[in-house]
Each structure stands twice: as C-alpha cells, then as structure tokens.
C-alpha cells in the first residue's frame, strides 16, 4: 500500500531489498569509497545466512550496489560472516578481519583479502587458508567474543594490534587487545585496554581512535598512527551496548606503554555517559577517510514498526547519512557530529526565513510544499526578559520522561515539527527545553518527540534526547535532515544528535508539512533564520558504464 511504499529513503544508504544492519568496513580504495554492512539476502529480519553487502560511492552518498562481498561458505562461518572491519595496510594492500560463526555457534575471527587487489571494486574476496586465525581464549564466553576492530600498526614493536570486544565474569564490558606480526600467530597482552566501571554487559563492535583537542589538527580526522608523543591527542573508546542497544563513547588517554585507554571522567565511562546519538541508532563504526582527511561514523538505524510490516515492505533498516567526528574544542567534553558535506550537493530549492516570531504556545507553518525530504537549519533565540527572569523551580527535566513537546515550561519547549499533518495530530517534535535553576545556570535539553509521529498502531515510539552545551553568545541551533521515514537532528552543530524513525499515515507524499512551534507559558522564542532545503534523491543515478558489469 502507498503508506508503506512512501517510507523508502530518498538519500539514505539502503540496498534494493531485505535486510541491513551494521556497517562493517569503509575506505577509500583506488578512486572509489567502498562500504561493507551486514546483509540478509534471504529476508527482512537478521538471521544465520548474515553475509556482507558491498557498495561503492565517489561521495558517500550515490552508492552503486554491488554483488555481497562474502557469505557464509566455510564451517568458520557457517552460522553468518558477523561483523569486522577493514584495513589499507601502509603498503597499500587491503585486508578483512570478521566474526564467523561456527556451526556450533561460536564466535571466531576470519581474515580475507581481495582476490585481485588491481580491482578498484574489490568485487571478489579470498578467505585465508588459515581461518579461523582465533578462537576464544580461555575464561571468555564463545558466545561474547566479536568484532574485531580496528586493526593499527605499532612502529616501536613493528607488530599489528587489533582488538575484540567482550565481557567478564561481573558483566563488565572489556575490550581485549591482540598483537600480531603476520596475522596468523596472535599474542593476548595480559592487560585489557578498558574494563567498563560499571557492570553493562557486553562491548560489541568497539572502537578506539585518535582526536586532537587544539591547534590545526583538530579541524581534521586523525589516524591510528599519528605520532602522539607531541601532546594535544585524545582517544575516543566507544562500544555497542548488546542489551541496552544504544552506542556509546567516551573521551579519555591511550597509554602506548602500558595499552590502556583511561576515561577522562570514570563517572561518564563507555557504557554510561555519551551517546553518538540519543536515538536510533546502532552498530556503528568510524574509517579514516585518507582522501579528505576525516573520520568518518556510521551506524544503522532500525526499525521500530513491526515485522510483519517490514515482511510487507520486503526491506528493513536504514543506515545514517555519513558522519564526521572532531573534537569539541570549546567544551573539550563531547564530539561534534555532523553530517559529511557532500550531502549538501543534494540540496536544491532552498528557502529562508528569517526573523520569525512564535509566540508562547502557537506554531506557525513553514509554506515549502511537500515536506518529506528535506535539509532544514535553523536558529533560534529567547527573549531576554524572560531569560533574565524566569526561574524554573524543577530542572530535573529529562527527554524520555518528559511527556514530550506538549508539555509545556516556562522557557519551553520550542523548536521544529516535521512529518506533520496539516492539524498536527501527526507531526514529529524536534525542540529544545531551556530552564533557570536556582543557582541561575541555563540547561538545555534537545529532544525528539515521537510520541505522535504516526497514527498507526505496533510502533515503538519514545521521547528521545540529552542536555546539551549552550555556550555563552550562542544561539539555539538544530540541523534536521527529513527523509521519508528517516530523521536525523543535530543541535549545537553536532554537539548531540537525536535519529528517529517514523511513519507518518497521513503526513505523507504531498500532505507532509513543516512547522516552527513554541510551547512555553512565557517565552517569546524568534526563529532568527531558517533555511531549508528540498533534498534530491540518490536511488536513481546509476555510475554510467558500470552497472552493466554486474
Ligand atoms: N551484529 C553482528 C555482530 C555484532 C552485532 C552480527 C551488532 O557481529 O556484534 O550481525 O549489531
């Protein structure tokens, strides 16, 4: 039916059919960025034939789709080619590292190399003679011991490292860490790289990586290797959580002596503090870009409709538009996420407004047509009068409990209503929450209602969001890509992200609208600009000459 037809993506990443989930490996490889991501050829849901989907793209965001890359074909992973990563060895060759499953469902690590590296496509991949090249250890679980990642080579020791995630006896998340010269003989080190602080089960799909907190190199991405003996270096150790299901990271030192990476703040530890994205949002893996020199995030965004209805639409999953990731400079205590420019190519038809008021508890419709996918940035600032006066006696305001953006305070909630229907009984909040505590501090929560993103039933819908930094002089700012069932939102340029899925019945194909609202008892909220963007799609633009290879 057309409700179901019209949540396909426009700019999203997403194979013709069935169902994707983790992205497993990017780089950029003679001309082309090549991306693996976990793929069920057979259905719309995850199950044991798992394998790896390949595509390939000039800009991270027009994919030409090309035949799976693996799928399980040997006992080391009968049971489904599970995550990995992959590596551009210094010497210029390309190698795999993955998760197999074996017939008796353990977890073991598999190396595969391109069958021809003079392939700019990589289309044909070789397992190694030699799989599994690891089994679990002793005292680690077989079912609790995967996605090795990522793969970086130790001058001082001229040996490989690679890590693993798993978990200890407490239910402690750990990140084991191996060396090896040839990656068929691997040495355990004793020490783990991190034990989480607190007991939230197993690390899947780890990563560790370099940010530098000052000067010129904090405007790039940085590699693995870079030299960190001249200071201004953190790294970042994120890690999946498989029972919580949300990504988290934490800033904090690697110890190249002793292999030990430290929080910063032990109290906002991997596991407990930071979130890539406050939303949905999964699995996710970052890749130096060797050609722009950045680094790049992606996660999967799942369903939350049902699976029947995913058996309807014959696909399931979304994967986020590309990321980049710096270091906060300003408040040195968060990443700043933001989507990769060349999504910015898609934009046409743009429209600005600018000064726009919205008084205490009214909504005004933005007039831009069809609304379903868009690129929208927006700033918005509070009356003084009411920032200098109002004193919120409850600043324990949190996203997910709040009720969402109905509920209404004296400096919020305000902000953006996207998917909405013509009366707003379908409509998705994205919107800060201001509020003055006793002590006078300003906090600033930025959530994503989708409590009535959609009308119909079988839908997990939440209120999702954190505080975020609200530097002195700043503006309120959100960044929201719109895209059918897919919205992305970022506040303070990328200081905290929120992914929703939705799916809207009615405020949909010509009847998608877009609102600015301002829900606070007191505060006069002006949107100072808005500009929003009609984004093309992406699915129909095919590298002339290539797609009659396959
Ligand atoms: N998905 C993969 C695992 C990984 C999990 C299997 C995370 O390797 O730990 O599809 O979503």
Not at 153 to 174: A, P, Q
Not at 345 to 359: A, E, H, Q, Y
Not at 460 to 483: A, C, F, N, Q
């Amino acid at each position: 039916n057309e409700m179901l037809t019209w949540q396909r993506s426009g700019f999203h990443f997403q194979p013709a059919k069935n169902f994707q989930s983790d992205p497993n490996a990017a780089m950029y490889y003679k001309g082309w960025y090549h991306f693996f991501y976990q793929y069920n050829p057979t259905g719309t849901a995850w199950d044991y034939t798992i394998s790896w989907g390949h595509a390939v793209s000039r800009d991270l965001i027009h994919w030409l789709h090309l035949p799976m890359a693996m799928v399980p074909d040997h006992w080391y992973d009968a049971k489904g080619v599970w995550s990995g990563y992959s590596t551009l060895l210094p010497d210029g060759r390309v190698i795999v590292l993955y998760t197999g499953g074996t017939p008796e469902l353990v977890q073991v690590q598999n190396l595969a190399v391109p069958a021809d590296a003079s392939d700019p496509l990589l289309l044909k991949w070789k397992k190694s003679s030699v799989n599994p090249i690891l089994v679990p250890p002793p005292g680690i679980g077989t079912s609790d011991f995967r996605d090795p990642f990522p793969i970086w080579y130790n001058e001082t020791d001229s040996n490989w490292h690679v890590l693993i995630g798993s978990k200890d006896s407490n239910h402690h998340g750990i990140v084991l860490l191996y060396k090896t010269k040839d990656f068929f003989n691997f040495t355990l080190l004793p020490s783990l790289l991190h034990t989480s602080t607190q007991s939230v089960g197993m690390f899947e799909c780890v990563d560790l990586y370099p940010v530098a907190t000052g000067g010129p190199l904090s405007n790039r991405g940085l590699e693995m290797s870079v030299d960190l003996s001249n200071g201004g270096i953190k790294h970042v150790l994120k890690a999946s959580m498989d029972e919580e299901r949300h990504d988290y990271y934490a800033i904090g030192t690697f110890d190249l002596d002793s292999f030990k990476w430290t929080p910063d703040d032990p109290s906002i530890d991997v596991g407990v503090g930071l979130r890539y994205d406050w939303g949905k949002f999964y699995a996710s893996k970052t890749f130096f870009d060797t050609e722009k020199q950045r680094r790049i995030l992606w996660g999967y965004v799942g369903e939350v409709d049902s699976k029947d209805d995913d058996k309807m639409k014959g696909w399931a999953t979304l994967q986020n538009i590309p990321r980049t990731i710096l270091l906060d400079t300003k408040t040195q205590s968060n990443l700043i996420i933001w989507p990769v420019e060349e999504v910015e190519d898609l934009r046409t038809d743009g429209n600005i407004f600018n000064d726009i008021k919205i008084g205490a508890g009214s909504s005004v419709q933005l007039d831009i047509g069809a609304a379903s996918q868009l690129d929208i940035e927006a700033e918005f600032e509070l009356d003084n009068s009411a920032l200098d006066g109002a004193i919120e006696a409850d600043v324990t305001y949190n996203c997910s409990t709040s009720g969402g953006a109905a509920n209404r305070g004296l400096l919020g909630p305000f902000g953006l209503l996207v998917l909405a229907n013509q009366d707003l009984t379908e409509q998705t909040a994205t919107y800060f929450y201001v509020s003055r505590g006793t002590d006078g501090d300003l906090r600033t929560h930025f959530c994503q209602d989708e409590l009535r993103s959609s009308k119909a039933g079988d839908i997990v819908k939440r209120v999702v969001g954190s505080v975020v930094p609200v530097l002195h002089g700043e503006t309120w700012s959100l960044r929201i890509l719109v895209d059918h069932s897919i919205i992305e939102s970022f506040a303070q340029r990328g200081r905290a992200v929120a992914t929703s899925r939705v799916y809207p019945t009615e405020a949909i194909y010509n009847k998608a609208r877009l609102f600015l609202f301002n829900n606070a008892t007191d505060a006069k909220v002006t949107a100072k600009s808005v500009k929003i963007w009609h984004m093309n799609s992406t699915h129909n633009h095919p590298f002339p000459g290539l797609e009659s290879l396959f």
